[in-house]
């Protein structure tokens, strides 16, 4: 492809050489765009080309509750190159600033250590940051809470505590806090095995490879802004809202994104700053890039969560009551509560169950959706317990799961549109070499190093979020050109859409070109919640059919003008009728070693159901990268926090530790490739979140096979297991 133009060209995806028949669905294809990003030539957020170019650097606080009594910018505004400086007292007012996220600069109050109180725009980026240390703040302090405790009195029910309050229910997907079916205690009281267990985790940070930045341009004819983000019609209209722009008249273009993972799918906060710097400097560009160590507090985190697991089981196994209790943080400025006891919902069939979630509020910056959002966490909760169980009952771990399959979802009644994991685990275990494990832990040794295995079963939920458009035109030299505002965060989505497209279209992949990432182009939903392709990709298809049927319509024959369709995401009503997710099994070998608790795992072993695959090439990267995070997130991930000034104390990549290729083994992703025939016409499940899910549990519940110590609390460290 054409490199997307400046400003006003399109974003066009590169042409794509197809594989398979035509490069349609199922092609194991390549990226189109990847010769452009390994060339350099991909431009993302802040390397758009644009001419004379401002810079903003924005100043944190030191402080995490209080008020900002006085600044003095005087030094900052006398240095050589400096424009001007932004704070809470000059700030452009916002039309709505009702939303924390958005609302920047617009009262004194600080919520959290690190938060934005202000900005300098210098002509270098140099400048910008120098000055920045040149502006005097004074605050009032307020006594700091950080604390998170299962026994605080101030535990409260969350209410729309969700990413801009867009569902109707209380936790972040919009499902309820608290859900209860059948008599709990009564199960319990009968059961003859029982768990009970409470698992933490701890707070992780978002450190995509691309930080977080934007360039934005004010004139009077047109407002732009090019952010990396996960979507660009939400934001767009978000910052259209905040800042009284009439519709259209902000556009926002993000063709390339350097991984997201839920940090960027709003965009709100790094673009409300760039638009306020580039007020100030009409018709000149102004560019802004968060460092590392502002990312530990601007763009968001996964909270840290204290997980109370009770199981009771008869004689068989047979599972009688569920219990899943999650205590989490959120921020005082705004509540954000995840859906930790999702999972345990719908697992495993009981006739007796609860769920609930209550949140601490506290003096945090404000949590966000981060890889496989409360499933991720829940899951090293619910599986642990599950092996906890298996070992009351000397039963195979495996054998467990597969006596409490339910048949229908054990809360809703709903069937499943697809639920293949029986399968997930009957293959793995064949492919893994299951049947020749030690049935006692702490039974292989060698050359000092214990060794055992464990398993964990994964789930995720395969949304389609609603508000996507797509256009479809054929022009008379033959060619297609499909729009649609979606965005590649680095998940394949250049290729994967064209590839839809074509199948729906009947035509080779070299005969389609793609348009994504700009808010000039149909609206679409943002990327996340593993939605991508059923959201957009069902959009497309219906596109691409409504223009064959055109086409037929007009006698085959194409106008000189061209014949277009724009058509929404169609009605479905099978969406009410079923419940939809993917599911997996993750198996994990670990190794302890005696003496020091150093902790490897050699090898782990992924088996999905994602439904039809797309590309497999794509897919299994999503999978692969999600269980790599997931062995990451168990032995290393951890931010830590002082708890007497409110500051997250290890805010940078020398201090927060995560996966490095050495501790990388081998990593082996079989999707299993079943087709459901009721979530979208493509037959496709989510494959960004699942492959993170229950790797943590696979690992934990392996690392008590090899040492007979059971850790409850990530990350899975070496004090742990030196007991």
Request: with cysteine; aromatic share 6%.
């Amino acid at each position: 492809m054409a490199e997307p133009a400046h400003a006003a060209g399109p974003a066009t995806a590169p042409s794509a050489v197809g594989g398979g028949a035509a490069g349609g669905i199922g092609a194991a294809l390549k990226r189109v765009e990847g010769p452009l990003k390994v060339r350099g030539a991909a431009t993302y957020a802040f390397e758009w080309p644009v001419e004379n170019p401002a810079y903003l650097y924005p100043l944190l606080s030191t402080i995490a509750s209080g008020r900002i009594t006085a600044v003095d910018a005087g030094d900052a505004l006398a240095e050589p190159g400096v424009i001007g400086v932004l704070t809470h007292m000059n700030a452009p007012r916002l039309a709505w600033a009702e939303e924390p996220e958005v609302a920047v600069l617009q009262s004194d109050k600080v919520a959290y250590h690190g938060q934005i109180v202000g900005a300098v725009i210098a002509d270098s980026i140099e400048t910008a940051r120098y000055a920045a240390g040149l502006v005097k703040l004074e605050y009032a302090t307020e006594p700091v809470d950080v604390d998170l405790r299962a026994d605080r009195d101030d535990l409260r029910k969350p209410e729309h505590a969700q990413g801009f309050g867009q569902l109707p229910g209380d936790l972040m997907n919009g499902s309820p806090a608290d859900t209860t079916v059948g008599d709990f205690a009564a199960g319990m009281a009968s059961a003859v095995h029982r768990v009970d267990a409470t698992y933490t985790t701890p707070v992780q940070h978002h450190n995509p490879m691309e930080p977080h930045a934007a360039v934005a341009t004010w004139t009077d004819d047109e407002i732009t802004l090019y952010c990396g983000s996960q979507g660009v019609s939400t934001p767009q209209e978000l910052l259209t809202r905040a800042f009284g722009l009439q519709p259209g008249r902000l556009r926002l273009i993000s063709p390339y994104v350097g991984g997201a993972f839920g940090s960027k799918d709003f965009s709100a906060l790094w673009g409300t700053v760039a638009l306020m710097g580039a007020q100030l400097v009409p018709g000149r560009p102004v560019k802004l890039a968060f460092t590392r160590q502002q990312m530990f507090t601007l763009v968001g985190h996964r909270p840290a969560s204290i997980q109370r697991v009770q199981l009771g089981a008869d004689a068989a196994g047979k599972l009688v009551a569920i219990s899943h209790d999650a205590v989490q943080e959120t921020a005082k400025a705004k509540q954000y509560a995840e859906q930790t006891v999702q999972a345990s919902r719908s697992m495993y069939a009981a006739p007796g169950r609860r769920t609930s979630t209550r949140i601490a509020l506290l003096d945090v910056p404000v949590p966000t959706i981060m890889r496989g959002p409360g499933e991720a966490t829940g899951m090293f909760a619910l599986e642990p317990a599950m092996d906890e169980l298996a070992v009351k009952l000397g039963m195979d771990p495996i054998e467990l799961r597969l006596r409490n399959e339910p048949e229908t979802h054990p809360e809703t009644g709903q069937p499943f549109s697809s639920r293949h994991l029986a399968k997930c685990f009957e293959e793995g275990a064949r492919r893994f070499g299951w049947k020749h494990r030690d049935k006692k832990p702490r039974a292989r040794r060698k050359d000092g190093w214990l060794i055992g295995t464990g398993v964990a079963a994964a789930t995720y939920p395969s949304p389609r979020l609603p508000g996507s458009t797509a256009s479809a035109r054929l022009d008379k030299n033959g060619r297609y050109t499909v729009r649609i505002a979606a965005a590649d965060i680095g998940t394949g989505t250049w290729t994967t859409l064209a590839q839809i497209a074509a199948e729906a279209l009947g035509v080779p992949l070299d005969r389609v070109t793609l348009q994504i990432g700009d808010s000039a182009y149909p609206r679409a939903s943002s990327g996340g919640f593993s939605s991508g392709m059923n959201s957009w990709g069902t959009t497309i298809y219906a596109a691409a059919r409504a223009l064959h049927t055109a086409l037929d319509e007009n006698g085959g024959s194409v106008p000189p003008e061209g014949l277009q369709v724009t058509v929404g995401m169609p009605d479905d009503p099978k969406l009410k009728q079923y419940e939809f997710g993917s599911y997996g099994a993750q198996f994990a070998e670990v190794r302890v070693h005696e003496d020091t608790g150093e902790v490897r795992v050699p090898r782990l072993l992924g088996v999905f159901d994602v439904g039809r695959v797309i590309n497999p090439v794509t897919a299994r990267s999503q999978l692969l990268g999600g269980m790599t995070w997931g062995l990451s997130m168990t032995l290393h991930e951890e931010t830590a926090i002082d708890h007497r000034y409110g500051n997250f104390v290890n805010n940078d990549l020398g201090g927060y530790h995560f996966a490095a290729n050495a501790d990388v083994g081998s990593i082996e992703v079989h999707m299993l490739g079943e087709r459901d025939s009721h979530i979208n016409p493509m037959g496709s499940k989510g494959a960004g979140e699942i492959g993170i899910i229950g790797t943590a549990a696979a690992i934990a519940n392996a690392a008590y096979d090899a040492t007979g110590i059971r850790v409850r609390d990530l990350p899975l460290t070496l004090d742990k297991l030196l007991r």
